[in-house]
């Protein structure tokens, strides 16, 4: 079974320029999530989707963050314009379902460094 | 508040146990997860424990789970040096759909 598929691995912007990031889950994966990992600390979750549809974005800073899941399946996600402070690593995760038992399966992840 | 904490970095000696500690806020959560991250990698899921439980065994991995003190732990038996890595301690929010919240890790360091 292929995993969670995450690209470009690594990117460098400059402030003030956008970036997207995209997510191909487990197939079959209708829950799909995007954390934020700046460098150490532990994961924190941006956006959830359910099939096509959000099931929580409480911690999205809407006003320069976007994703979207248009089909259900793949998923992308955007900057614009990006700061210093989004300097971190992006990662996708998804899941079969939406129980506590539902396995979220992680992607390696994007490394992002904003300069 | 939701939060989670973990300490931030662990040694033992090739061979000894390795416990790693945690504790959270919320007495609510449904379940308690451990992860490990190795560099360059993503999260891999080592075990979970439902809320309603003290304890889960799962071959060299160990986890307690104290309620009362909003307590977790995570032992490592005969660590080897493969499983240096960072541990993440996490909760999920049942207000939440799965939602996920994460300790800072603990650095795991197995030396000879």
């Known amino acids: 079974e292929a995993g969670v598929a995450q690209s470009p691995r690594y990117k460098i912007i400059e402030k003030r320029q956008s970036v997207a990031f995209w997510c191909n889950p487990i197939s079959g994966h209708a829950t799909l999530y995007w954390y934020q990992q700046i460098l150490g600390q532990g994961p924190k979750l941006l956006i959830q989707?359910?099939?096509?549809?959000?099931?929580?974005d409480s911690q999205l800073p809407k006003d320069r963050f976007s994703a979207e899941r248009l089909k259900g399946v793949d998923s992308t996600l955007k900057i614009q314009p990006a700061k210093l402070e989004d300097s971190a690593v992006y990662l996708c995760?998804?899941?079969?379902?939406?129980?506590?038992?539902?396995?979220?399966?992680f992607g390696p992840g994007t490394r992002l460094t904003v300069t | 508040g939701e939060d989670v904490e973990q300490s931030l970095f662990l040694s033992v000696r090739e061979g000894d146990s390795s416990v790693i500690n945690c504790t959270y806020t919320d007495s609510s959560s449904t379940y308690l997860y451990w992860y490990k991250q190795e560099p360059g990698a993503g999260l891999q899921l080592l075990t979970y424990?439902?809320?309603?439980?003290d304890m889960k065994q799962d071959q060299r991995l160990t986890v307690l789970l104290n309620k009362k003190d909003k307590h977790l732990s995570l032992r490592i038996a005969d660590t080897q040096t493969g499983d240096s890595a960072i541990y993440f301690c996490?909760?999920?929010?049942?207000?939440?759909?799965?939602?996920?919240?994460f300790g800072a890790g603990t650095r795991l360091a197995v030396h000879p």
């Open positions: 989707f359910q099939n096509n549809g959000v099931v929580d």
């Open positions: 995760a998804s899941s079969s379902g939406l129980a506590g038992d539902s396995e979220q399966y």
């Open positions: 996490a909760e999920s929010i049942p207000s939440g759909y799965n939602k996920l919240i």
């Open positions: 424990i439902f809320s309603n439980m």
